[in-house]
């Protein structure tokens, strides 16, 4: 019976024993869930913070916080510094003095940082709180002012926009940083721990600091708004003044140009004399421009400046009667500038019709003055040569002005046409003209050559082949063959006529070559009668 007791016994304490060992196993399986759940936890907090700080890192309220705290980090450590300088100053050994050499080194450094950060050494918030000064009022004293008024309502308001963007960006900081403390609370939850209680701490701070820097900035908003509201209400009414004041002098200036066009019509109608009726037509032109005169003077006479928007008005109408002259003094400084014409270079100018060539003498405020040459045109067109004319300087914007020396070119091409019969050997004509041209261009091609290679840094030149060419054409009284060939600009007609002759000699020596020219075979179908057909026994002639 003993036996069985002590078995039971045994039995009840081995139960006890592993039911223990059972709670321990689960309780310890339970704490490293627990400990992963919450390192999980942990984890995904801290990517929300990271995130947080990638968002609001580059704003402009959080890095001028962020030099005004190292700037009072550098001079804690500065005066720390400071105070360890004047400790081991008190000593003499040889470990003091090296210890003071090194924190000197420190000290500069330090100062030197200091020196960078000099503005944040007040406020770190006072120069970005602080709205751009608004510019200058325009004085609006004529209609030209109005575009100038909008022009400054428009920058008032923009720089309103942009004050009110920055508080916008700092009520953005100031919503991330309170969601950076929410998450930092839940951290400090789960690690109670003294880094994580001082980055609440410091979050907190600068709540406070950011806070405030957001009632400022908002109550200088307000006042600035006001201010900007103020300037912008007097600027309109002052834009609305000189609009009903535009409006009355277009509406006097409106009735007397309608007057003189009708005195204008009466006069067309009653002179009938062309001399009279230019002179009146000249009268009315004045009476109506002073009369105009008149009224802007009255109209602005009231100050100084008006009398220069009076001007300005009298130098358009100047400008419009004078057209031609402003035109001319334009294209003087087009001519000049622009490089297209210069003093010694030979032009041709169309002018009716008419084309005349010579070479520029002299480029003055108004015209341009050219000294006529014998030329090719002159041979073919003109007959005459050796005059002066002018050309006005507006004719560049009107007129077609060809340069045969533009730049650094000084050849033109130039070509000769010849007519051979159609039972010449043409072939050999072709050869014998090509073979004169190369002998008599060959200079001026390689001039030619270089002249272009020069002009290739100016312009887009796609073909700059200068070698003679030589074509043959079927015309009515012949083969024509057309020779074209570099040369001189200012001497065309000397190698023409030297080129001309050599051809001429040069084909008279070949038999089987014949110079072409118009002619004409007449067949005649009627045969005379000879005395020998005369009939004795009749009058007349068969």
Do not use: C
């Not at 992963?36 to 890192?57: F, H, P, S, W, Y």
């Not at 009520?171 to 994580?196: A, C, H, P, S, Y």
């Not at 031609?324 to 002018?351: C, E, N, Q, T, Y």
């Amino acid at each position: 019976m003993r036996r069985y007791f002590w078995l039971i016994a045994l039995l009840f304490l081995s139960f006890t024993f592993a039911r223990e060992d059972l709670n321990a196993s689960f309780e310890a399986e339970t704490n490293a869930t627990l400990q992963k759940e919450m390192q999980r936890k942990l984890d995904t907090l801290r990517v929300q913070i990271a995130n947080i700080d990638a968002t609001i890192k580059d704003n402009i309220w959080l890095i001028r916080y962020e030099n005004y705290a190292a700037y009072q980090r550098l001079l804690e450590e500065l005066t720390s510094i400071d105070e360890q300088i004047k400790i081991f100053s008190k000593r003499k050994d040889d470990i003091s003095k090296a210890k003071i050499k090194e924190l000197s080194l420190k000290q500069n450094n330090l100062e030197k940082q200091l020196e960078l950060l000099q503005e944040f050494k007040i406020s770190p918030f006072l120069s970005i709180v602080k709205p751009d000064d608004l510019a200058p009022k325009p004085n609006i004293s004529s209609p030209f002012a109005i575009f100038t008024a909008l022009s400054y309502i428009k920058l008032i308001e923009k720089d309103r926009a942009d004050y009110n963007a920055r508080i916008t960006t700092l009520d953005l900081l100031i919503k991330k940083l309170q969601e950076k403390r929410e998450l930092v609370t839940q951290v400090v939850t789960l690690f109670d721990t003294e880094e994580n209680q001082q980055k609440l701490l410091t979050i907190d701070k600068d709540l406070i600091a950011f806070d405030g820097a957001h009632e400022l900035a908002q109550t200088t908003y307000s006042l600035y708004t006001k201010k900007v509201d103020e300037i912008k209400y007097g600027v309109t009414n002052e834009i609305k003044e000189q609009m009903e004041r535009a409006l009355n002098i277009a509406v006097f200036v409106i009735i007397v140009i309608v007057l003189s066009l009708i005195f204008k019509m009466i006069a067309k109608k009653y002179i009938k004399d062309n001399e009279r009726y230019y002179m009146a037509n000249k009268i009315i032109n004045f009476i109506n421009i002073t009369l105009i005169l008149i009224i802007l003077l009255f109209a602005y006479i009231e100050n100084v400046s008006y009398l220069v928007t009076v001007l300005g008005f009298a130098s358009a109408g100047i400008a419009i009667a004078m057209k031609d002259w402003f035109m001319s003094i334009l294209g003087w400084l087009v001519i000049v500038f622009g490089g297209s014409f210069h003093v010694g270079d030979r032009i041709k100018v169309l002018k009716d019709g008419a084309p005349y060539v010579g070479d520029i003498i002299d480029i003055s405020l108004l015209r341009m003055t050219i000294f006529e040459d014998i030329t090719l045109t002159t041979y073919m067109e003109n007959r005459r040569s050796g005059r002066v004319f002018f050309v006005p300087n507006n004719f560049i914007f009107t007129t077609l002005i060809s340069n045969y020396t533009h730049g650094t070119l000084k050849t033109v091409w130039d070509g000769i046409d010849v007519t051979i019969t159609f039972d010449s050997n043409h072939k050999k004509a072709l050869y014998i003209i090509k073979e004169i041209t190369k002998k008599y261009s060959k200079g001026y091609t390689d001039i030619a050559r270089r002249n272009l290679n020069q002009l290739r840094h100016q312009y887009s030149l796609k073909n700059t082949n200068v070698e003679p060419r030589i074509f043959s054409f079927y015309e009515p009284y012949g083969l024509v063959i057309s020779t074209w060939y570099m040369t001189n600009s200012y001497a065309a007609l000397t190698l023409r006529s030297n080129i001309s002759a050599d051809i001429v000699d040069a084909i008279n020596k070949e038999d089987d070559i014949t110079i072409a020219y118009p002619t004409q075979t007449i067949n005649l179908k009627y045969q005379r009668k000879t005395p020998l057909d005369i009939d004795i026994n009749k009058d007349v002639l068969f």
